[in-house]
């Protein structure tokens, strides 16, 4: 079955950078949107980026400027590299896949910002 497996989640201080990587098998993974939502404890999962299949990127006010989204088609796996954390960005981020009806998703990473 399609598995979406992220890693590179951690513990940062404020202003610190990390990258987050989602590696999918399984999956015809070039006609896919590729999304990472965060849910911090006790909040609704948000989603923080998103990118077409043709590369096209969107993000909220929130994370725009400082966190970007990147896919790799050949090695069938999403980026997000997080730059100038805040510790408002300490969630659980998890990468998701969507077509049609279709949607897969991770088993999340923690993010943790310190102050």
């Known amino acids: 079955q399609v598995q979406l497996v992220e890693s590179g989640g951690g513990l940062v201080q404020t202003g610190g950078s990390l990258r987050l990587s989602c590696a999918a098998s399984?999956?015809?993974?070039?006609?896919?949107?590729l999304n990472w939502f965060r849910q911090a404890r006790g909040k609704q999962r948000e989603l923080v980026a998103s990118i077409s299949p043709g590369s096209s990127t969107n993000y909220p006010d929130s994370v725009k400027g400082r966190f970007t989204i990147s896919r790799d088609n050949a090695k069938t796996t999403v980026y997000l590299q997080m730059n100038s954390l805040k510790p408002e960005d300490t969630a659980v981020y998890y990468c998701n896949a969507r077509r049609w009806g279709d949607a897969y998703w991770g088993q999340g990473t923690q993010v943790t910002v310190s102050s």
């Open positions: 399984k999956l015809s993974f070039s006609i896919y949107t």
